[in-house]
């Protein structure tokens, strides 16, 4: 009979070279596949060790420039956040990595999909629900939710003896005292002595900022041009003067990570509450995202309707936000939510002038030449063209019909609304 074949989520870390070694064990044939969003990582030397341990092959696919126009741009389109604080950096990658490992699972004639996910996390969940929404056939092989599995490796010192048994190579640095997960959009920091939800992270944790306290004195300012909500054009000044514009959608988002690097902009330390029901202290640092989401914000107070903003920060957003966070990505519920949020952006469209300071983001202006809503005279209180101060009596008088007849139903009932 032929070996079955898995495609394994790979990392070339100590956690998924010892899966891949026990997939190897228990006679599958084994495809790694690495994704590239935009992480640190040496792919070559992940090869090279896929390869010696037994991995029939390796695969890196690159994913930044559908992570950022596909995931990220959305996000800043719908202004994305959870739980007020957190920008969604790992939750927006695992689509494009989850639907790449399936293409790859596919196209290599694999049986199974395999992942190293913790069974505390909030990954498991994504990565899953999206593998069996893109393929309802898909076997799933989850080691650390397989009682063998967990029997076997009850922590660090099992994966290094298991890997010094089998020949499995491994790094001999001592492991940071906290787990990490980059990408374009951010970097994760969770577990290990972040467990305390007390304890201050280390200064040398953070690696996607600068701290804000050794950021440059001098500010650097920048503008951001939206279409559609969809951000097109990054414009910086360089040290000579000559002003420098980035159209093509990576390396303004590389660009501008760099700016909220140097600038320390764009960290958050939270307790999120997890899917799964658990609460989770992370750090996080965003610098892009921060910026954008900032930017369009900014730009719809300008070129947005404020019913459909409502409507928007009411519903769109929040549930965009959940959707994703909670792995449903892959569902009819997105769809639904995205189409209304495309509408939504159909006039946001605009520059967006800003300034990165020692840890802060500010907008210094903001314009467009396409929106109609925003009238300069009209606003203006030094002209009455346009705008009657004599029909706002008929509007207060009208909007006030149901307050009074709430202050008398307080009267008859005792109440004072005058009473401090």
Not at 310 to 334: C, H, K, M, V
């Amino acid at each position: 009979m032929a070996q079955e074949k898995v495609c394994l989520a790979y990392s070339g870390g100590l956690d998924t070279s010892v899966i891949l070694a026990w997939l190897i064990g228990k006679g599958y044939k084994v495809v790694c596949f690495c994704a590239n969003v935009g992480q640190q990582e040496d792919f070559a030397a992940a090869e090279k060790k896929a390869l010696k341990i037994g991995a029939e092959k390796h695969v890196v696919e690159d994913l930044r420039k559908e992570f950022v126009e596909e995931l990220c741009f959305r996000a800043v389109q719908c202004n994305a956040i959870f739980e007020d604080q957190y920008l969604l950096g790992t939750s927006l990658a695992r689509p494009v990595i989850a639907r790449a490992q399936m293409r790859v699972a596919q196209r290599e004639g694999c049986v199974a999909v395999s992942h190293g996910c913790t069974g505390k996390g909030n990954d498991q969940v994504r990565f899953e629900l999206a593998f069996l929404a893109i393929q309802p056939s898909i076997r799933i092989i989850a080691p650390w939710r397989d009682p063998e599995f967990i029997k076997s490796f009850q922590g660090r010192e099992d994966l290094l003896d298991y890997a010094s048994a089998k020949g499995v190579p491994v790094t001999s640095t001592k492991a940071k005292p906290w787990s990490m997960d980059e990408n374009l959009a951010h970097c994760s920091y969770e577990a290990g002595i972040l467990e305390d939800p007390n304890t201050s992270p280390p200064k040398d944790m953070w690696v996607m900022t600068q701290d804000p306290l050794e950021a440059p004195n001098t500010p650097q300012d920048f503008e951001i041009y939206f279409e559609a909500g969809i951000p097109r054009k990054l414009t910086t000044t360089l040290a000579s003067g000559e002003k420098e514009s980035i159209a093509d959608s990576v390396p303004l988002f590389l660009a501008l990570n760099e700016i909220g690097r140097k600038h320390g902009v764009g960290r958050i330390d939270i307790v999120e509450n997890r899917y799964i029901g658990l609460k989770s202290r992370g750090c996080y640092d965003s610098p892009a995202m921060t910026v954008l989401r900032l930017a369009h914000l900014d730009l719809e107070g300008l070129t947005l309707d404020r019913e459909v903003r409502a409507l928007r920060d009411q519903f769109i957003t929040q549930s965009w936000s959940r959707i994703l966070y909670n792995g449903l990505y892959f569902s009819p519920e997105r769809e639904f939510i995205e189409a209304s949020m495309l509408a939504s952006q159909t006039h946001v469209s605009g520059t967006v002038r800003l300034r990165a300071y020692k840890g802060h983001c500010s907008v210094l202006g903001r314009s467009s030449e396409t929106s109609k809503l925003y009238s300069e005279q009209e606003a203006s209180m030094d002209s009455l063209e346009g705008f009657n101060p004599i029909s706002t009596t008929g509007f207060i008088d009208v909007a006030s019909i149901r307050l009074k007849k709430y202050g008398l139903q307080k009267a008859a009932e005792g109440e004072s609304l005058s009473r401090a």
